[in-house]
């Protein structure tokens, strides 16, 4: 079974320019995370998607950042226009259980996004 | 609020030796704790976890107790490898996703 992937892996783009995310969750799994870690710092939640639905974006930092979901397999994560505070390491999670708590996680590699 | 606080890295220490990494939480209810492993060039893995107070999760020789009067979710290995090598966090689920530590970084050297 393959695991979460990420694509792609680095990304260096230029300070106002856009960058899309995505992320190919477990198949079957109808949770999906993304989570970001920004310079060695802890790892925050960005969003939630229950299949195609967005379940809770608390973590979404402004709305610079589109995530979505359609068909509620793939998911992608757009920066735009990306800024200097935004470089650090992107992961995803998903997760096979809808309605429970603490179900096991499963993250990708993440995605390092590095704006200059 | 939901908060968790590691001990910072790196921590570096020799090949079998005792290790020993603090986690601290601060969390309203009852939520599940974990601890989630990153080893170079790869992505996180859950190494163990526990649903409740006095529960202990263990996997791989590594161990960890959830307190609830210490509010605390230590990680404890009794010999580490060089295999070990990697950073740590701690997190927990007072729901569906993950609040995180700042990790730490366990350097084992032969």
């Known amino acids: 079974e393959a695991g979460v992937t990420q694509f792609p892996s680095h990304s260096v783009i230029e300070k106002g320019q856009t960058v899309t995310l995505r992320c190919d969750p477990i198949?079957?799994?109808?949770?999906l995370y993304w989570y970001r870690r920004v310079m060695g710092k802890e790892i925050k939640f960005l969003l939630h998607f229950v299949k195609e639905s967005k379940q809770d974006e608390s973590g979404m930092p402004n709305n610079r950042f589109l995530a979505e979901r359609t068909g509620g397999t793939y998911s992608t994560l757009k920066v735009q226009p990306a800024e200097l505070e935004d470089s650090g390491v992107y992961f995803c999670?998903?997760?096979?259980?809808?309605?429970?708590?603490?179900?096991?996680?499963?993250f990708g590699p993440g995605t390092r996004l590095t704006v200059t | 609020g939901n908060s968790v606080t590691q001990m910072e890295g790196p921590v570096t220490l020799s090949e079998e030796a005792f290790l020993t990494i603090n986690c601290t939480y601060t969390a309203t209810g009852y939520p599940s704790l974990f601890w989630y492993v990153q080893y170079p060039g790869e992505g996180l893995q859950l190494l163990l976890k526990?649903?409740?107070?006095?529960d202990k999760g263990s996997n791989k020789g590594f161990e960890a107790t959830y307190r609830k009067e210490t509010t605390s979710f230590h990680l404890e290995k009794g010999s580490v490898q060089v295999s070990d090598s990697a950073v740590y966090f701690c997190a927990l689920s007072p729901f569906q996703k993950l609040v995180f530590g700042t990790g730490t970084r366990l350097l084992v050297s032969p």
């Open positions: 198949s079957g799994h109808d949770n």
């Open positions: 999670a998903s997760s096979a259980k809808v309605g429970q708590g603490a179900a096991e996680q499963y």
């Open positions: 526990a649903t409740k107070a006095d």
